[in-house]
């Protein structure tokens, strides 16, 4: 396992396997019936990931995504085990590193389109609205402002991009072009009938969900969920207390790194720049906080 100066794991290596695959934040090891998903702590931005990571970020979305998958208990998933006394011998040597940011998963053939529910207008929806009075084709009415809830949440499909390439946002047609109208429509029934459920649980803790990413795959004919869910990699979460309309609001996510990057010349094409010291641990700080609001519980 390799950590940068920040105690971040960014890379792992496990004796016994191949090369994982590597994704922006996951590297996933073929075990050959199922997979071993490990969430290191690296972070991307606009399609890139850094150079340096998160410290216990990749524990975070782990916990957190446990949490979701057992709340949404009606929705099928990929996991099988995330207790690593429960591991296969191959991986026995290598517990300790991958205890509290790792899952055994089951092979599923992911589709093609990623799954975007938003309940507010913020982000490129916010930028496609000023500049088009739509969001993925999608007519909304006149008059919303930066951050301000919609009437009702909408299902808003991107395409799935290579490392280093942009997502692009498509329409419901176009999603329906790429996997056929069964299949997407009912991605976009699950994903809104998620977002509204993890809504109002956030709401509940005294956050706002804004909006929230799912991915889904097939296995055996069935359509599940699969990688991570409500993360704050994968959502937006304003503290309810400090929301406000007409502004991008104070979030526990990582818009404090998109912030941070807004600022800079980079012109968000690798190689990504790397972040400072003050970025890093306040970005700790809010993965922290949204897990232990979401959840009640205290991050160890």
Same mark, same amino acid.
């Given at each position: 396992?390799?950590?940068?100066?920040?105690?971040?794991?960014?890379?792992?290596?496990?004796?016994?396997?191949?090369?994982?695959?590597?994704?922006?934040?996951?590297?996933?090891?073929?075990?050959?019936?199922?997979?071993?998903?490990?969430?290191?702590?690296?972070?991307?931005?606009?399609?890139?990931?850094?150079?340096?990571?998160?410290?216990?970020?990749?524990?975070?979305?782990?916990?957190?995504?446990?949490?979701?998958?057992?709340?949404?208990?009606?929705?099928?998933?990929?996991?099988?085990?995330?207790?690593?006394?429960?591991?296969?011998?191959?991986?026995?040597?290598?517990?300790?590193?991958?205890?509290?940011?790792?899952?055994?998963?089951?092979?599923?053939?992911?589709?093609?389109?990623?799954?975007?529910?938003?309940?507010?207008?913020?982000?490129?929806?916010?930028?496609?609205?000023?500049?088009?009075? /739509?969001?993925? #084709? &999608?007519? $909304?009415?006149?008059?919303?402002?930066?951050?301000?809830? *919609? %009437?009702?949440? !909408?299902?808003?499909?991107?395409?799935?991009?290579?490392?280093?390439?942009?997502?692009?946002?498509?329409?419901?047609?176009?999603?329906?072009?790429?996997?056929?109208?069964?299949?997407?429509?009912?991605?976009?029934?699950?994903?809104?009938?998620?977002?509204?459920?993890?809504?109002?649980?956030? /709401?509940?803790? #005294? &956050?706002? $969900?804004?909006?929230?990413?799912?991915?889904?795959?097939? *296995? %055996?004919?069935? !359509?599940?969920?699969?990688?991570?869910?409500?993360?704050?990699?994968?959502?937006?979460?304003?503290?309810?207390?400090?929301?406000?309309?007409?502004?991008?609001?104070?979030?526990?996510?990582?818009?404090?790194?998109?912030?941070?990057?807004?600022?800079?010349?980079?012109?968000?094409?690798?190689?990504?720049?790397?972040?400072?010291?003050?970025?890093?641990?306040?970005?700790?700080?809010?993965?922290?906080?949204?897990?232990?609001?979401?959840?009640?519980?205290?991050?160890?």
């Amino acid at each position: 396992m390799e950590y940068d100066q920040n105690e971040a794991l960014l890379k792992t290596e496990i004796a016994g396997l191949p090369e994982p695959i590597r994704g922006k934040v996951r590297d996933i090891y073929d075990l050959g019936d199922s997979l071993l998903f490990v969430a290191t702590d690296r972070i991307s931005a606009f399609d890139c990931v850094m150079p340096n990571g998160i410290p216990n970020k990749g524990k975070i979305l782990t916990a957190l995504s446990l949490f979701w998958f057992n709340m949404l208990d009606w929705l099928p998933n990929h996991l099988i085990t995330a207790n690593v006394e429960e591991y296969p011998e191959i991986l026995k040597s290598s517990v300790n590193d991958l205890r509290g940011r790792s899952m055994i998963v089951k092979k599923a053939k992911p589709l093609p389109v990623e799954c975007i529910a938003r309940g507010y207008i913020i982000g490129s929806g916010w930028k496609d609205y000023q500049k088009t009075g /739509k969001i993925c #084709g &999608i007519d $909304l009415k006149q008059g919303y402002r930066q951050a301000e809830k *919609l %009437d009702e949440p !909408i299902f808003t499909p991107s395409t799935k991009a290579e490392q280093g390439l942009h997502d692009e946002n498509i329409s419901f047609e176009q999603a329906v072009d790429i996997i056929g109208n069964e299949k997407a429509e009912t991605i976009k029934q699950l994903t809104l009938k998620a977002y509204a459920e993890a809504a109002d649980y956030a /709401k509940s803790k #005294g &956050i706002i $969900l804004a909006d929230t990413k799912f991915e889904f795959g097939m *296995l %055996d004919n069935e !359509i599940i969920i699969i990688d991570e869910v409500l993360t704050p990699d994968s959502s937006r979460f304003w503290p309810a207390d400090q929301y406000e309309i007409g502004c991008s609001p104070p979030s526990l996510d990582k818009q404090f790194v998109r912030d941070h990057l807004e600022t800079l010349s980079w012109d968000k094409t690798p190689p990504a720049p790397a972040l400072p010291l003050r970025v890093i641990l306040r970005t700790m700080q809010k993965y922290q906080e949204a897990y232990e609001s979401i959840t009640n519980l205290k991050f160890e």
